[in-house]
């Protein structure tokens, strides 16, 4: 496989994204992606505790519901310790198996799956205007109001529940795994030439960004 892990932290002050890539054995690799929520404390913590910690109990033989679980559970225990009210991320991975794909996210971090150049698969964000979108249009002012807000997010409760997504790959195949940072700004068609024709280097582009951005691409072989 090819492997692309790319994080920035654009205009602001600090870097609150994290991004994992890691050989679990055999034939198996996790990715994630995870993106601090601004607002709250210790977004950056947030963010490396939930990809580290997954990642962790993943490799323990744990399923990806056990792991998320868990993870909370030592975010819970690092929200006591650091005597914050609230310290949360959103995060997209995906375990790779072979040539099964088991992708599971929480919030608007995203996962994209192209094949032979065209988009078959995206995962749904967990966002207010995603679940407005299910009942009819949104308005500009409304994305512009409500566009930040997310419905779930990775915060240390029991209840943070990542969506799960099975997918086969076949080679050739292209993931994209990516903050919301990322996607927002710049169309994910745009980023894939950029890699097929060598000319990434988003670092020129950093003044166009206002958030952190941050992706994992992954080739299928």
């Not at 094949?115 to 995603?130: K, S």
């Not at 086969?168 to 030439?193: A, F, N």
Request: glycine fraction near 10%; include cysteine.
């Amino acid at each position: 496989m090819i492997i692309i892990e790319y994080t920035n932290i654009g205009r602001r002050a600090q870097n609150q994204d994290f991004v994992l890539s890691k050989k679990i054995g055999g034939s198996k690799a996790l990715y994630i992606v995870a993106d601090g929520m601004g607002g709250y404390s210790d977004g950056s913590i947030a963010a490396k505790i939930a990809a580290e910690e997954i990642a962790n109990f993943i490799i323990q033989g744990k399923s990806i519901p056990e792991s998320v679980l868990n993870a909370n559970a030592e975010l819970n225990r690092a929200i006591r310790e650091r005597g914050v009210s609230k310290m949360g991320c959103c995060f997209a991975g995906i375990e790779v198996d072979g040539y099964i794909g088991n992708i599971f996210w929480i919030g608007d971090c995203r996962v994209y799956q192209f094949r032979n150049g065209q988009q078959i698969y995206v995962t749904q964000d967990h966002t207010m205007i995603a679940e407005m979108e299910k009942h009819g249009k949104v308005t500009y002012s409304q994305r512009e109001r409500y566009g930040h807000i997310v419905s779930r997010g990775f915060m240390g409760s029991t209840e943070d529940t990542a969506e799960e997504h099975k997918i086969l790959l076949l080679p050739g195949d292209e993931i994209m795994l990516c903050s919301d940072g990322l996607h927002k700004t710049m169309p994910i068609d745009v980023l894939l030439e950029m890699i097929h024709l060598g000319t990434l280097d988003l670092k020129d582009r950093n003044e166009n960004f206002d958030d952190n951005h941050s992706f994992i691409y992954i080739k299928v072989d």
